[in-house]
């Protein structure tokens, strides 16, 4: 499995702006399709956005539609997700995953590798 790492997260005001990155383990990452989850607490983990293999499909809850953006550089084996229009319902623990096989793009079940989380918390 490839081994992730998130990083970028923090305490933005609510309308503000944050970019999370995603850095994978060499030599297989352009094998995987990626996406970014997060769970609030209380809450069950969730389907935030996804990105084909080769960046050419994006997927988007249709609670971050026209506000996140994900995207992927395989060459720098990193995902991203631009994060705009904050607000405090997007305030979570943000996780990168990885999936090496066909997979259902919003189903956590259809990823195999995941990071360890990253602290968003947005201020209203």
């Known amino acids: 499995q490839v081994q992730l790492v998130e990083s970028g997260g923090g305490l933005v005001q609510a309308g503000g702006s944050l970019r999370l990155s995603c850095a994978a383990s060499g030599r297989t990452f352009s094998s995987y399709s990626m996406g970014w989850f997060r769970q609030a607490p209380g809450k069950e983990r969730e389907f935030v956005a996804a990105?084909?293999?080769?960046?050419?499909?994006?997927d988007y809850a249709d609670s971050v539609k026209g506000r996140f953006t994900i995207s992927r550089d395989n060459a720098k084996n990193t995902v991203y997700l631009q994060m705009d229009e904050l607000r405090p319902e997007d305030t979570a623990v943000y996780y990168c995953a990885g999936a090496n096989q066909y997979y259902t793009y919003s189903d956590t079940d259809s990823y195999n590798s995941w990071g360890q989380g990253t602290q968003v918390t947005v201020s209203s």
């Open positions: 990105i084909s293999r080769a960046g050419v499909r994006t």
